[in-house]
């Protein structure tokens, strides 16, 4: 018996692409990165739907720049502080720059603190909670700007 299967590949074709945006929708997702060899590409929420990018493999994942702002995401449920809860460290404020990975918030479950980091180099938008408040598992916390924004 002959193996009829077509042969894997890592192409996706144009006709994919909207079903892929559509999930991505259904999930609240913003942005999506997909690296093979050398070629990046991103899909990115804006105004007018998801966009698609382009950039070659070098391109460091901060150097995309949406149309309009990405929010920063419970991962889990928990309470969400703007401040940590025994007064140290300081936070960024709306109208900061901040760089991909930079500590934005906290998310607190009992007594774990877990990080909110930034997505991408950016300018910090509005805070989408109010510090303190319980917020559920893909809750949008924090707008964050990309690039010189």
């Not at 493999?57 to 025994?86: C, E, K, N, Q, Y």
């Amino acid at each position: 018996m002959t193996d009829t299967r077509p042969e894997p590949s890592n192409t996706i074709t144009a006709r994919a692409w909207p079903q892929i945006a559509a999930w991505l929708a259904a999930a609240d997702v913003d942005c999506i990165e997909i690296q093979t060899g050398a070629v990046v590409l991103r899909m990115v929420r804006g105004s007018q739907g998801y966009q698609l990018q382009t950039a070659g493999a070098s391109a460091s994942a901060t150097d995309f720049s949406p149309a309009s702002p990405l929010a920063v995401t419970a991962h889990v449920a928990g309470i969400f502080l703007t401040r940590h809860p025994a007064g140290g460290g300081k936070f960024p404020v709306q109208g900061d720059r901040v760089q991909s990975g930079e500590l934005l918030a906290l998310l607190q479950i009992g007594l774990v603190l877990i990080p909110l980091l930034a997505l991408v180099n950016g300018t910090l938008g509005r805070c989408l909670q109010s510090s303190g408040t319980q917020v559920g598992y893909g809750a949008r916390l924090i707008e964050l700007l990309a690039g010189d924004a």
